[in-house]
């Protein structure tokens, strides 16, 4: 409400900017309390999801936004790729989107002490007996990794390492809650390069074109 009637008042480029982010940064915590909500819907399996037109494009770029200054005081590069093939609009459950990166990108920032964060959206070109593509949001960090006895454990519901090894390793709480919400409409995995000193996590999520759907 405030921040509609903010936002109808004469502002500058940055002012209007700073209005955008603290709208995108309100629907986020929203969210985030419905997350709560959501842990009953997981344990009973009756989680859905509700597809409606988005720009995966605009949504990265709108939590970029709104990490920035977490990245900023952690002298963290962010780099965004989004592969140019991908449709404009795209139907799936924007609001899940939105919350998976969120965890996935701020569990890197919180673990990356220096180096990067790197963001690659790609579309698969095969489909299945829906028509659906799969598009694979990549998520890649130079920070800790995740402990060798934790690995197999690590989409488990709500598990946690030892608290004495949080800062070691990567705090794995919050993947079993992650990692149900993209099983109802794809998968998840992860990866670790120690050469290179990467950990990426890969979330691939059914996804179906609007402007394939507007045509059926």
Known sequence: GMRN???????????????DMLANSA????????????????EADRLELEPMPFSIKDLVFELADML?????????ELVIDVETSIPAELSCDPGRVRQILLNLISNSIKFTNKGHI??????LS?????????IEITVEDTGIGISKAAQ?????????????????????AWLGHLSAIVRV???????????????LFRVSLWVRSCHELSRD
């Open 5 to 19: 009637l903010l936002a109808d008042t004469s502002l500058d480029h940055t002012h209007r900017s700073h209005v």
């Open 27 to 42: 629907e986020t915590l929203l969210q985030l309390i419905n997350d709560i909500l959501d842990l009953s819907k997981i």
């Open 68 to 76: 920035r200054p977490q990245l900023s005081r952690a002298s963290l």
């Open 118 to 123: 790197r963001i690659y959206v790609d579309l």
């Open 126 to 134: 095969a489909r299945n007996e829906a028509g659906q593509q799969m």
């Open 152 to 172: 197999d454990k690590i989409f488990e519901k709500f598990s946690q390492e030892d608290a004495s090894t949080t800062r070691r390793w990567r705090h794995r």
């Open 185 to 199: 409409n794809g998968r998840v995995d992860y990866g670790q390069q120690r050469r290179r000193r990467r950990l």
